[in-house]
């Protein structure tokens, strides 16, 4: 019964940076591992990040460490992915996705997904 909804998708010109958002609704949203994804045209969804239910756990995919942070504030029911350094092969939708407390990477381990918003680097 988790609704996710992302925002703050855009265009931007490489190096440059976006801030996206991802809204809960439903309850107990601070139980819940966040994680974020993204799918290009034609290919498979990757993962890009996840953060834990308490906050202490953090992955970052290998493609994006150091130029990307997720962070999560449970009392506004939100998790965010600031992406710096931006680069043409970021270029994809990026969802939101949330399960039960502990962090996976792969998406098949995620309940709930939320509708995605485009990100696209120009070069």
């Known amino acids: 019964q988790v609704q996710l909804v992302e925002s703050g998708g855009g265009l931007v010109q490489a190096g440059g940076s976006l801030r996206l958002s991802c809204a809960a609704s439903g309850p107990t949203f601070s139980s819940y591992a966040m994680g974020w994804f993204r799918q290009a045209p034609g290919k498979e969804r990757e993962f890009v990040a996840a953060i834990n239910w308490r906050g202490w756990t953090i992955r970052y995919a290998d493609s994006v460490k150091g130029r990307f942070t997720i962070s999560r504030d449970n009392a506004k029911n939100t998790v965010a992915l600031q992406m710096n350094s931006l680069k043409p092969e970021d270029t994809a939708v990026y969802y939101c996705?949330?399960?039960?407390?502990?962090?996976?990477?792969?998406?098949?381990?995620?309940?709930?997904w939320g509708q995605g918003t485009q990100v696209t680097v120009s070069s």
């Open positions: 996705a949330a399960r039960w407390q502990v962090v996976f990477t792969m998406p098949s381990a995620y309940n709930y």
